[in-house]
């Protein structure tokens, strides 16, 4: 349910519509398990899709995980990872294409207007060290045999 919720929101705020209402429902969310969460689906998302589609995931998992981070914007990195890393769509790109892909890079581009000046050196390292070890030889041998 927070997923549809979340989503609902990022589609509201793209639509300019008021999410009021829709705030109300996940205020009381426990955001450290929720990135634990993520952190563990995108591992295996990143490595399909690789380095450069992943990087700006991975920024923001280190900004929804940053103490100063709003909880709206922790609502809509949320559902721009979960929107882009799930196999359902809003306009399945297995039957629209181009046009299918283009609902999740909108997702991601408006969460990217909103947080871009927290993505902060510090956590543009914790990014690359995170695609280094996810990259690293070992582990791609290891997620293309599991």
């Known amino acids: 349910m927070l997923t549809i919720i979340c989503i609902t ?10 999410i ?21 689906k995108l591992r295996p998302y990143a490595i399909k899709v690789g380095r450069v589609a992943a990087k700006p995931l991975l920024q923001f ?12 914007d922790r609502i809509l ?22 046009l299918g892909v283009l609902d ?3 997702a991601v581009l408006y969460v990217y ?6 993505i902060t050196p510090e956590i543009n390292y914790k990014v690359e060290s995170t695609i280094n070890e996810w990259f690293s030889t070992e582990y791609v041998s ?4 599991k």
């Open 61 to 72: 998992y280190y900004v929804m995980n940053d103490e100063r981070t709003s909880s709206l």
């Open 142 to 145: 290891y997620e293309i045999i």
């Open 113 to 118: 207007k909103k947080i871009k000046e927290k």
């Open 104 to 106: 999740e890079g909108a």
């Open 9 to 18: 929101i990022l589609a509201y705020c793209i639509m300019g519509k008021d």
């Open 77 to 98: 990195i949320y559902a721009a990872i979960i929107y882009t890393i799930s196999p359902v769509s809003l306009i399945p790109s297995a039957v629209y294409k181009l």
């Open 20 to 40: 009021r209402s829709l705030l109300e429902k996940v205020k009381d969310v426990n955001w450290q398990g929720k990135t634990r969460e993520l952190y563990e």
